[in-house]
């Protein structure tokens, strides 16, 4: 009854174990921030050839940290997509060998399914149906989950998502990389109205998201500063970027909320660890009466614990995958 799960869709290298209830009983995570922050984003092959050199000792460390030994293993589990492909595939062709050698199931996740899924490990017992706002650097969508394994797309972003604004913005104020733990530290100091920015609530009674106005209104507000050799104040501007995102990802999550008639609302994704954002949703949603739940910090970023939470589901429902399993860079949850 002991899950071997395993994360590599982008830059970061993990492995977790879980054992019944779910319960989390090693997690380790290898980043690779370090490795790209020198080109100001994540190069996929290095990527790749990180999560290559890693994976073998992070999952002899996974299996001492939880003091078991291969044959303990029940399952494993893989993300599948979406993804960058070649870091996938490191992960999906380590965890065929697995299965295949322990002969163990099989079961690929979807990298977003395991955003949400974090929820239920770090809250047990928490109940559908729910509402879940995942927001990430490739990724706003709000889901619907009525019960177990089943995800409707209520909404979602039309052009940039959230966590990618947030990196481009941080790259136009010369923050560096990752950007938006940078732009919600620098927030913290200034003034969200100091600044004037757009907020896209797009058509009336749309649940979509788009954000690639507000950052061309940022790069916008900057050149203009720097062609009249004014000095901008980045904390100020930083503050009102990520207050303009913040309105839209609480007002849309509300009215998603209502429409669906559901009592929770879970916030998943790498930018749920954002202090504004989960701030305001907390004050939102004890106004309307709302249960709130997110993540603690380590399962916001990506890590093996949140698609071993996933795959534990799928695993107790009978779901398998055969060996033919392949990675899909663009693997839709809906």
């Known amino acids: 009854m002991y899950l071997l799960a395993i994360e590599s869709s982008c830059d970061e290298t993990a492995v977790a174990i879980l054992g ?6 090693a997690s380790v995570v290898a980043s690779q921030v370090p490795v790209h922050q020198k080109f100001g984003g994540v190069v996929p092959e290095i990527a790749s050839r990180q999560h290559l050199l890693t994976l073998n000792p992070l999952l002899e460390q996974a299996l001492q940290q939880a003091q078991l030994n291969w044959e303990h293993l029940g399952a494993v ?12 595939l490191v992960g999906v062709s380590a965890a065929k060998a697995i299965a295949w050698a322990l002969n163990i199931p099989l079961i690929g996740v979807n990298h977003l399914a395991g955003h949400i899924y974090a929820n239920f490990l770090a809250h047990p017992g928490l109940e559908l149906p729910a509402l879940c706002l995942v927001v990430s650097g490739g990724h706003t969508d709000l889901i619907y989950l009525p019960e177990h394994g089943r995800f409707e797309r209520l909404g979602r972003t039309r052009d940039d998502a959230a966590g990618e604004a947030f990196d481009k913005v941080a790259r136009a104020l010369g923050l560096g990389y990752p950007g938006g733990p ?3 530290r620098l927030a913290r100091e ?3 109205e100091a600044i004037s920015l757009p907020r896209a609530f797009l058509e009336e009674g749309s649940l979509d998201f788009s954000f690639s106005g507000l950052k061309s209104a940022v790069l916008n507000y900057l050149n203009r500063a720097r062609q009249r050799g004014e000095e901008v104040n980045k904390a100020d501007l930083a503050a009102a970027f990520q207050e303009a995102v913040i309105d839209v990802l609480v007002e ?5 909320a209502g429409r669906t008639g559901v009592e929770r609302i879970l916030l998943a994704g790498g930018v749920a660890a954002n202090s504004r954002l989960r701030q305001r949703l907390e004050e939102r949603t004890q106004q309307a009466g709302l249960k709130l739940y997110y993540p603690p910090l380590d399962l ?3 890590n093996a614990a949140m698609i071993g939470a996933a795959g534990w589901y799928l695993w107790q429902a009978g779901y398998r995958d055969d060996l033919y399993l392949n990675a899909e860079a ?4 809906v």
């Open 190 to 192: 200034g003034n969200p």
């Open 182 to 184: 940078l732009v919600d």
């Open 330 to 333: 663009n693997l839709p949850l």
């Open 77 to 88: 589990a893989v993300t599948r997509g979406p993804g960058l492909v070649g870091s996938l």
């Open 252 to 256: 849309k999550t509300l009215q998603a």
């Open 20 to 25: 019944p209830a779910p319960r989390l009983l």
């Open 300 to 302: 916001c970023t990506d």
